[in-house]
């Protein structure tokens, strides 16, 4: 560290306590969160590019907090990751989102695939295809109806048994989504043992589209290489309306951005559902 005289350094310690302070404050109010209203399922949808089809929907977890007030995913998750709190977290979602697709498909809006998020302590500390096929068993939603969205880095913690344990995934006759692609560092090669079947390409390739040349080329060459492992392609973080013609011209498939709807309570993206079929 880079000595500044005294006080910098005393700083930076504060500062460093005070981090530490807030994580055990999250970690604490997170653990009785699990459960409560406090915590609820957001939903994004993913249309088709060309025709505007609703495809799905991303669930994507909100924390009103009473104490430390609305906490964004990016900061909570981690924490959640290094507690091991996600294990229970998670399965909450998973029975959420489960309960969700259930309850729109029974006041007749049909069915409709929601994918939902898997971190690192998911996947790896406990049986995920065995967690996976007892909640579908328990809330008889058809496998189909159920997406796992997860990255590179999470399947890469140990490649041979993340290509064994997303196999057992996809003889459930869910579906798998490489999330975030394009910020890790998987091979190729080691992409093309993964049974995928969506790449979803980072939003921050998105963002520079149409300023950035290079950009546009990379999102080309993920898209044609997607298309050679017979993967469908989703940008995320669509905004704007040239971004959407882009990825169109580009090939890209699917997308989900604020430009279609941000993420919406299961109520509001049903009337945003509702809305959107009468179009
Ligand atoms: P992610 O999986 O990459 O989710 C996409 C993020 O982009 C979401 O942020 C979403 O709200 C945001 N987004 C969507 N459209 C746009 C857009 O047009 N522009 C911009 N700037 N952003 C857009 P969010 O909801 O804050 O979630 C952040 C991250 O937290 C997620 O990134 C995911 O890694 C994690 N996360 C969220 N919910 C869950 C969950 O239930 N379980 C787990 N394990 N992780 C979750
Ligand atoms: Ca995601
Ligand atoms: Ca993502
Ligand atoms: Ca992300």
Known sequence: ??????NNYSFFSADMAQQSALRVAIERSLRSAVGTDE??????PKLDLSSGALLGAEAL?????????????????????????????????????LAQIKAWHASGMGWLQVSVNVSAGQ???????????????ASSVPAAMLDLELTERVAMVNPQEGVLICQRLKRLGVSLS?????TGYSSLSYLSRLPMDVLKIDQSFVQRLGDDQHDAQ???????????????TVAEGVETTEQHRFLQTLGCDQG????????????????WWQEHLAR
């Open 218 to 232: 990379i999102v080309r060459s993920v898209v044609q290489l997607a298309h050679s492992l017979n993967l469908r």
């Open 39 to 44: 915590l609820t399922l957001h939903f994004q």
């Open 123 to 137: 996947f790896w500390k406990q049986d995920l295809p065995e967690l996976v096929a007892n909640r579908l068993r």
């Open 178 to 182: 490489m999330d975030d692609f394009g």
């Open 256 to 271: 989900q951005g604020y430009l279609f709807a941000r993420p919406l309570p299961a109520s509001a993206f049903a009337q």
């Open 1 to 6: 560290a880079k000595h500044n005289g005294r």
């Open 61 to 97: 977890l909100r924390w009103n907090s009473p104490t430390l007030g609305i906490m964004a995913p990016d900061t909570f998750i981690p924490v959640a990751e290094e507690s091991g709190l996600i294990v229970p977290l998670g399965t909450w979602v998973l029975e959420q989102a």
